[in-house]
């Protein structure tokens, strides 16, 4: 398998299917990232292909007990506690520490050290055949299970259940503690990209291109975002940390363009994605989560 592999997502949907043929998981709220035990060593993957080890390394040290070959899908989280004392998943931790520089990094492993969720395996040297995408989910999963009963924290498996009711209550039961919704998996299916799972988010977001942007591509304030009913809009002011993110793949066009609302940006190409908050989508009014 080529570095860097192409991930399945998912595809947002109002309720969760039904039917005897399907998986239901818990989704977290952190940073996909792809896991590679190399021959020498442990290799780090964003959802968009970027290496991404030297601000995982706490999660790099613990992934060389895992066999030379395997290949983990899953994100790469962070608990705090909270004030009453438990701890929870938090993404403005993982943000931070997917937005330092490798020194901070170490610094923040420090101070909460990362967990890896991993909910598929896509190769194992000793599972009969090493690429195991064409292989159904229920196959994986046992897989899957198998290779990650004797590692044990700060690696684990993802909750999984193919009962829908049980789904369900940890969808209500789970909300507030870093959990963002359940993830539907047909237990047939085979590992590939784009949108071949479903998604149900507590959460009212939705996944939007970067047409432009407002300042400097070096400092860019806002991003002009193409929303699915196909209008484009302004975000909200970028915070520090997603405009230093951001800039560095900004490809600046020419001249300049309008918004439906007639806010000028400057026109950017690129497969930029950005995650927004959708709930005031419809005044036009952006706020971005996070890049993808």
Avoid at 23 to 47: C, F, N, P
Avoid at 141 to 169: F, H, K, M, Y
Wanted: glycine share 8%.
């Amino acid at each position: 398998m080529e570095w860097p592999v192409d991930v399945a997502l998912a595809r947002p949907v109002t309720q969760l299917p039904t039917g005897p043929s399907w998986a239901y998981e818990i989704k977290v709220d952190g940073h996909r990232t792809v896991l590679w035990r190399t021959e020498d060593g442990v290799r780090l993957q964003s959802r968009t292909g970027r290496d991404v080890t030297a601000l995982w390394m706490d999660l790099a040290l613990a992934a060389m007990r895992l066999p030379s070959g395997v290949i983990l899908d899953g994100e790469a989280v962070v608990y705090v506690a909270a004030p009453d004392g438990t701890a929870h998943i938090s993404f403005a931790a993982a943000q931070s520490r997917a937005l330092s520089r490798p020194r901070r990094a170490r610094e923040l492993a420090d101070q909460h050290p990362a967990t890896y969720v991993a909910f598929d395996v896509l190769a194992h040297p000793t599972a009969g055949a090493p690429d195991l995408r064409p292989r159904p989910y229920v196959e994986r999963r046992q897989v899957l299970l198998d290779v990650l009963a004797d590692i044990g924290p700060p690696i684990e498996p993802v909750w999984s259940t193919t009962d829908r009711d049980e789904a369900l209550l940890w969808y209500a039961a789970l909300e507030g503690t870093g959990v963002e919704g359940i993830v539907a998996k047909p237990l047939r299916s085979a590992y590939t990209a784009g949108r071949i799972w479903s998604k149900v988010r507590h959460a009212d977001t939705v996944d939007v291109i970067v047409v432009g942007f407002t300042g400097t591509v070096r400092h860019p304030k806002a991003l002009a975002v193409r929303l699915p009913d196909g209008r484009v809009a302004l975000s909200q002011r970028l915070t520090t940390a997603l405009s230093s993110m951001v800039g560095p793949r900004l490809v600046p066009q020419a001249g300049r363009a309008l918004t439906k609302a007639g806010d000028l940006y400057t026109p950017a190409v690129g497969e930029v994605v950005a995650e927004v908050v959708a709930g005031t989508t419809r005044h036009a009014v952006v706020t971005v989560v996070r890049l993808r």
